[in-house]
């Protein structure tokens, strides 16, 4: 243990140990290093690192080897863990490492053929996927959505592996997201099956992710779509042969299929629609019984799914408009993204909603820009995670315009655009 750290820790008493740590380990593209050697040199830089607060990311190291062979290292989902940020003992913490590559091809199309017109029926990536890389930690909720979503698939493997009778006690792999528009469900949806793939890494070699079209598989304009979506499912079948892979078939807004059967009892549809219905929760009920297949599903109107397909689903997770702290937390990475670039210069320190709190949100020449922020996100209440990324950007486009500015006169112009947005929503809204 290096003197200073051990220091560190005499100055400390509060360091939590004895919790389950995932590190991960994103290794160069270039590389070619064997996971053994890499995960040796790792275990000595956290060894000589031993004290860290929270999450935190190496991407420069004193160790030659991992200089060549790893982009970076980082301790994360802490916060999943702990409820607030503090220092963690890795020598007293179960490490778990996870060592991955990224690919770097992006997504293939799945097409299918019906009267002589090839159909885009799915998306398909290869995981973990260069374009989701990071997409986990950008995603900002309340700790237990992400939690329970974990928990939720490593209980599925654990009943799967200890050959639990699901005649007895049953589970569909089916979890369904619902809520408004813009809170990130589908890109939740996409980086929980990048996040698993990589923690999953020591089991399945890699992971594939199925974005199933629904629009077109579900089109009442195709006479066969019921045919075709049994094809479609055979293709994802043959994905799931492969005992190396863990396979994720994602329906984004599945009441675009589930809508259809009731539409059909009340004799608005086609016969041919509710044939679509029946042949996806059939196909669902085949490909469950795979251990190594995940059915990820959201839904912008809850209302308008059948109870058919609601009662498959084991999970059933509202995604809302996010919280005050949660609007703060966001605003936070994109300040800091800013900062890094020097689009915001120079550097500001600012405080977590945990780190006022602990101040009694007392202004004072440390504090004071940190409750400029806290009042921009209560005033920010409402607006979807989808537009908060975005104000950053609106920001600087519509009251600055220059390569960098202060972050004081940030905040001013984040402050406009906020205003700005809410504006314009009640001239939407007034023309209707």
């Known amino acids: 243990?290096?003197?200073?750290?051990?220091?560190?820790?005499?100055?400390?008493?509060?360091?939590?140990?004895?919790?389950?740590?995932?590190?991960?380990?994103?290794?160069?593209?270039?590389?070619?290093?064997?996971?053994?050697?890499?995960?040796?040199?790792?275990l000595k830089l956290l060894n000589r690192h031993n004290v860290v607060f929270g999450d935190y990311k190496w991407t420069e190291f004193?160790?030659?080897?991992?200089?060549?062979?790893?982009?970076?290292?980082?301790?994360?989902?802490?916060?999943?863990?702990?409820?607030?940020?503090?220092?963690?003992?890795?020598?007293?913490s179960s490490l778990s490492l996870h060592i991955?590559?990224?690919?770097?091809?992006?997504?293939?199309?799945?097409?299918?053929?019906?009267?002589?017109?090839?159909?885009?029926?799915?998306?398909?990536?290869?995981?973990?996927?260069?374009?989701?890389?990071?997409?986990?930690?950008?995603?900002?909720?309340?700790?237990?959505?992400?939690?329970?979503?974990?928990?939720?698939?490593?209980t599925t493997l654990l009943f799967s592996d200890k050959n639990v009778d699901s005649n007895l006690i049953s589970w569909n792999r089916v979890v369904l997201l619902h809520g408004p528009p813009g809170t990130g469900k589908t890109s939740l949806c996409k980086a929980l099956a990048q996040k698993l793939t990589i923690r999953l890494s020591y089991r399945y070699r890699y992971g594939q992710l199925i974005e199933i079209n629904s629009h077109s598989l579900f089109s009442k304009w195709f006479s066969e779509s019921g045919k075709l979506v049994t094809k479609m499912f055979q293709k994802i079948r043959e994905l799931i042969d492969d005992r190396d892979a863990l396979v994720f078939v994602l329906i984004d807004e599945v009441e675009s299929l589930t809508a259809a059967r009731s539409a059909f009892k009340a004799g608005t549809e086609p016969s041919d629609a509710i044939r679509v219905v029946n042949a996806v929760?059939?196909?669902?009920?085949?490909?469950?019984?795979?251990?190594?297949?995940?059915?990820?599903?959201?839904?912008?109107?809850?209302?308008?799914?059948?109870?058919?397909?609601?009662?498959r689903a084991d999970i059933k997770q509202y995604i809302?408009?996010?919280?005050?702290?949660?609007?703060?937390?966001?605003?936070?990475?994109?300040?800091?993204?800013?900062?890094?670039?020097?689009?915001?210069?120079?550097?500001?320190?600012?405080?977590?909603?945990?780190?006022?709190?602990?101040?009694?949100?007392?202004?004072?020449?440390?504090?004071?820009?940190?409750?400029?922020?806290?009042?921009?996100?209560?005033?920010?209440?409402?607006l979807s995670g989808r537009v908060l990324r975005k104000l950053p950007f609106l920001a600087h486009a519509l009251y600055?315009?220059?390569?960098?500015?202060?972050?004081?006169?940030?905040?001013?112009?984040?402050?406009?655009?906020?205003?700005?947005?809410f504006d314009e929503r009640k001239k939407l809204a007034d023309s209707l």
């Not at 199309?109 to 998306?123: G, K, R, T, V």
């Not at 019984?289 to 308008?304: A, D, F, G, M």
């Not at 600055?400 to 947005?421: C, E, G, R």
């Open 62 to 92: 004193d160790d030659g080897f991992l200089n060549s062979n790893v982009q970076s290292v980082s301790i994360v989902d802490t916060e999943l863990k702990l409820k607030d940020r503090q220092p963690i003992d890795l020598s007293k």
């Open 281 to 311: 929760l059939t196909q669902i009920d085949q490909i469950k019984r795979y251990p190594n297949v995940v059915i990820l599903t959201t839904s912008n109107i809850t209302e308008k799914i059948d109870m058919a397909f609601v009662d």
């Open 400 to 421: 600055i315009q220059s390569p960098s500015v202060t972050m004081t006169t940030f905040l001013q112009a984040l402050s406009l655009a906020v205003d700005k947005q």
């Open 1 to 42: 243990m290096d003197e200073a750290a051990g220091d560190l820790k005499q100055a400390l008493p509060n360091v939590c140990d004895n919790i389950q740590i995932h590190v991960e380990v994103h290794q160069k593209s270039s590389s070619a290093a064997k996971k053994e050697d890499i995960r040796m040199s790792v």
């Open 320 to 382: 809302g408009p996010p919280s005050t702290a949660a609007i703060f937390r966001i605003y936070l990475s994109c300040l800091e993204e800013l900062m890094k670039c020097q689009i915001i210069y120079p550097r500001q320190q600012l405080l977590t909603l945990r780190e006022l709190e602990m101040i009694g949100f007392v202004e004072n020449n440390v504090s004071r820009l940190s409750l400029v922020l806290k009042e921009i996100s209560r005033r920010s209440e409402g």
């Open 100 to 154: 991955f590559h990224l690919n770097e091809e992006g997504p293939n199309s799945e097409n299918l053929e019906e009267e002589n017109e090839d159909i885009i029926a799915a998306n398909h990536w290869v995981l973990p996927a260069a374009e989701f890389h990071g997409l986990w930690e950008s995603l900002v909720y309340e700790s237990e959505v992400k939690s329970h979503l974990l928990d939720y698939v490593t």
